[in-house]
Each structure stands twice: as structure tokens, then as C-alpha cells.
């Protein structure tokens, strides 16, 4: 074992030990094609099932999890994942499904698909779905290039702007910016909402539409989302919902009767997918009237009592490959068949109360810049003590035993520490971590160093974050 490094699969196991017994063949043996010599060194483990166990179960403690921590990481919707979606979403008839097999042998995941089309456009208000995206990310690119082929489709070329407020999140310009369109800025007024006057001032036969996240990204209400809805349509604009927040608003605000044109769901946030890592997740799109015949397909689409599959008239196209994320699909049908109407609502109200409980808790040591009533998260400062620096109050979270919340976003909240609880914590889980955060600021003040270091009990330091992305080092051995 090299010294100071974890154990690694190679570290176990002995010359010829093996864990696994692999049957006779039961096809004929064929001679590899010319010009591909068999390799004579292939330098794999030889280890037991009992290594590979242990290998991997070492892996995944090294790691948070909610299944392990709290979790509050602001925006991400850390939720429990109940089992029961594991065991749907297990299923052989879903898991051995092939995507290529015809309509009349998979009518059950078709049905499936349609249902759940229809449960998110009563929860959001929208006439159609579709279940295609990928992700939130990509879900916004459908809906912000629907609203392109809505404009074209009328003829009307003038249009080259989108407006988006500053406390957005970076998916909604990268968006805009990947469908030509330019982004251009709306600032925020004193209570956090979207500065109305700048609004209307923005507003002219040049907008495409507006890009609007309710809850925002300070986890507040947007005040004036049927006003600003309004001027944009006034215009001619369109407007298109981030819905990554729905977890504030289930059962109590539907963003279709508000002049939302266009949103996305993120499955994997709101309907408890495992998420984090890098997916996969789901990110389908409703729409009203106005922008339903534009949506990706295939979508699933009932004919004389039969669910089946077929392209909205004016459609986008496709953005997936066959039928999008389908496990995905199954654990968030499982999510909501299951609590219902009345469980979806008190999913919201639950979410919301606890991160209003929490934010009241550390309110005393941490500013609340935006200090109103929050939905399912707040942003809080980090700056506990003038030189305190929101990063290492983060990091030493971790020696607490928490994951850190979300920092340096929303990017109009300087040194910002993102909050978000969610519905399935319990409140002695809310009152530890208030504790921690309250003995940290305590800390800061005390000893700054000892948070300049943190964490001290983590298996890896403070890492660069950009470089472990950008440039990783997935070889152990040269
Ligand atoms: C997570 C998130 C997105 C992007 O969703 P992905 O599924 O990660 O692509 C967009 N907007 C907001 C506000 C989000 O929190």
C-alpha cells in the first residue's frame, strides 16, 4: 500500500486469487479478426468478492451523501430518496424494456410516460409536457428555443434579447446564450424581487422574453410575477419559468395561471431522484397553449384509449436519445402517485417551514441580507466577523459533520451562504446544524485560523475545485 494514500482494489487480493466463477460459454468460440492481437498483459485485481466489497464500501464512505449527512446545499434540493422509488424504478418490466422494442410491447411505459405528462401539468398548471430533457440545463434550452420557433413561426425576426435578473442562476444565460439569443440583465430591488420600473423600462419589440426563477435564487417569492409576466407579454415577449424551486410551491402556486408561457421540472430535485455526481436527472418541459405544439418529442399522446408516441405539431425535435432519463420518469410517476395531492402540498409546506425555522435559529450571528419571510431556502452572509470569509465557514462544516451549503451564489449576495433543508430533515437534525453554525461563528471569532485550516477531519484538504473539474486525475498508478 502506498503510504498516505487510501487503500485501493490493488492493494488487496494476491497473484490468482478470483471472486468470481464465470460460466461455461454457451456460444462458439470465434477467432478474434485479423490485426487485433489479444493482449498478453492485462494488469487487473486479482482479488476476492469479499475485497471488492470492502474496496468499495471504503469508496463510498469517503464521500457525503444524504444518506449519510444533512445536506443543505442551497438550490439542490438534497431530499431523502425513499426506497420504494428504487424498487419502481427496478422493475424488469422497466429495466428490460428495450428501447427499441415496438409500441405494442411496452404499452405499460408509454402509459407510464403519458401519466406523468399529465400529473406535471396539473401540479404546474400547463396544457402539455414533455418528458425529453435531460436535465434542468436542458430543459431550459428547449423552452428558450421554443420560444425562438414561436417568434420565427410568426415571422417576427426583430427579436434578439432575452432578459434575465442578476440573482439568476448560470444555467438561464449559458441557455439563452446557446439558443443566439443575447442575455441582458434586470437588476433586483430592496426586498429581492425583479425591479419592476427596470422591467418595463427593458421591455420592446426587441425582447424574446423573460427567463423569471419563482421561489428566486434568494429562496424568495417573486412579489411581481403576474405584473412582470404581464409587461413582457405586453411586448410581445414570451416568458419562460425556471422551475428548479418547485419545491416550495407544490400544491400552492401553479406557474401556468400566473403567465408562465414555458418551465422546466428538475425530476431529480423536486421528485427525489439520487442526484449529485453528475447526474442522471430529468428535466421536462410544460408549456401553455400558446407554446405546447412546440415542444421536443416524441411525447406520449393517447389515441382511442391507447398510450402511444408522436411529435407535437410544430415540435423542436428531439433532444434524447429514445425516451429520456426513463428511470428517472418512474421514481419521480412512483413520488408523486404516492403522496398525492395532500402529500405534495404538505411536501411544500414542510420545506418552507423548515428553512424558516432554521433561518430564525442563526438569524442572531448570521446577516439575512434579504430579511423577509423564505420559502424552501435562504441566503445568509457568511461574514460572521469582518474578516470572516464565507468559504471557511463552509469548510469547516465538514469537520461538524455537514455537508456545506451552496457559496458565492446568488452572485448579488457577497460572501452568500445558500440554505436549503428541505422537507425530510427533522428538527433536532435543523437545531444541530444551527448549533454548529452558531459554535463556528463563535470559532471565527475566537480562533480564525482554526477555520482557515478546516477541515481538519476530512480525507482530502481544501482542493482546487476548477482543477479537479477541468483536469482530473483518474489514474492511481502511472
Ligand atoms: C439546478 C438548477 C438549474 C439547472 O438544473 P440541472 O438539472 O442541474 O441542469 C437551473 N436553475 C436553477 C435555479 C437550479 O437550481
Redesign the pocket.
Known sequence: MKKGLEPFVWDYGAPGRVGAVLPEADVPFVELPPGIPPRKDLPLPEVSELDVVRHFTRLSRLNFSIDTNFYPLG???MKYNPRVNEKAAGLAGFVEAHPLLPQDLCRGSLELMGRLQELLGEISGFSGVSLQPA??????LAGVMMIRAYHRDRGDDKRTRILIPDS?????PASVAMAGYQAVQVPSDSRGNIDLAALEALCDDTIAGLMV?NPN?LGLFEEHIVEAAAAVHRAGGLVYG?G??MNALLGAFRPGDAGIDVM?F?L??TYSTP?GGG?P?A?PVGAGEKLAPYLPGPVAMKTDGVWGLGMPPRSIGRLKTFYGNFAVLVRAFTYISLLGAEGLRAVSENAVLNANYLMKLIRGRYRIPYDRVCMHEFVASGQVTPGTRTLDVAKRLIDYGFHPPTVYFPLIVKEALMIEPTETESRETLEAFAAALLAIAGEAEADPELLAGAPHAAPVRRLDEVRAARDPVLRRHA
Open positions: 438550490s439542490c434540493t436535465a434542468g440545463a436542458q430543459g431550459e439568476a442562476h448560470g444555467t438561464n426563477t435564487t425556471d428548479a424551486n422546466h428538475n431529480h430535485k442526484h447526474g436527472g428535466g
